[in-house]
Antibody, heavy 117, light 108 residues
Framework: EVQLVESGGGLIQPGGSLRLSCAASGFSFRSYWMHWVRQAPGKGLEWVSHINSDGSIRRYADSVKGRFTISRDNAKNTLYLQVNSLRAEDTAVYYC??????????WGQGTLVIVSS | DIQLTQSPSSLSASVGDRVTITCQAS??????LNWYQQKPGKAPKLLIY???ILETGVSSRFSGSRSGTDFTLTISRLQPGDIATYYCQQYDNLPPYTFGQGTKLEIK
């Protein structure tokens, strides 16, 4: 059974940083693309970033470019999102998802990030 | 960036009805469109990929189609368990892989 388990969210002050993690199991993590998608409270889905299987390709939404960094550790079957210079508008549930470059058949349960003073 | 215009934003239908949700792309994206279902408090679930291919394990009451830049998700014989918000998503060429605004489906 495929499982994606996010962690690392929480309450953080504006300008702060967090590292979100996503532990994967039940599929060949090292072979697939992975993504981060977020959802602000009561709002729709927003694609944030993706990374290819070996980490050589990383792309970002304009809204997070220069502030967020996606990475992966294939030895640990774990996806990461380093989020810096956080703003109130970054408040959202952050989902990790996979396994293709554009199609998201696997989703985690999400981790909530609240940016507030 | 490619924009997706999803309609309606909300929809109320009766059990057993046939429901149609549309998604219009701002430019040609070929068949690079997916449909997701999101129930309250849950992660999205892939229903349809490549515009019309049913994801494994998804009920055959769900179907997808394409006409040019217009895409349609159809739910036949609506069931109470279909209550959710539905999103389209395009993945043509390079990111951002935009989502539609969502359609909230309710039972009358």
């Amino acid at each position: 059974e495929v499982q994606l388990v996010e962690s690392g969210g929480g309450l953080i002050q504006p300008g702060g940083s967090l590292r979100l993690s996503c532990a994967a199991s039940g599929f060949s993590f090292r072979s697939y693309w992975m993504h981060w998608v977020r959802q602000a409270p009561g709002k729709g889905l927003e694609w944030v970033s993706h990374i290819n299987s070996d980490g050589s390709i990383r792309r970002y939404a304009d809204s997070v470019k220069g502030r967020f960094t996606i990475s992966r550790d294939n030895a640990k079957n774990t996806l990461y999102l380093q989020v810096n210079s956080l703003r109130a508008e970054d408040t959202a549930v952050y989902y990790c998802a996979g396994p293709y470059s554009g199609t998201l058949g696997y989703w985690g349960q999400g981790t909530l990030v609240i940016v507030s003073s | 960036d490619i924009q997706l215009t999803q309609s309606p934003s909300s929809l109320s239908a009766s059990v057993g009805d046939r429901v149609t949700i549309t998604c219009q792309a701002s430019q040609d994206i070929g068949n690079s469109l997916n449909w997701y279902q999101q129930k309250p408090g849950k992660a999205p679930k892939l229903l349809i990929y490549d515009a019309s291919i049913l994801e494994t394990g998804v009920s055959s009451r769900f179907s997808g189609s394409r006409s040019g830049t217009d895409f349609t998700l159809t739910i036949s014989r609506l069931q109470p368990g279909d209550i959710a918000t539905y999103y389209c998503q395009q993945y043509d060429n390079l990111p951002p892989y935009t989502f539609g605004q969502g359609t909230k489906l309710e039972i009358k």
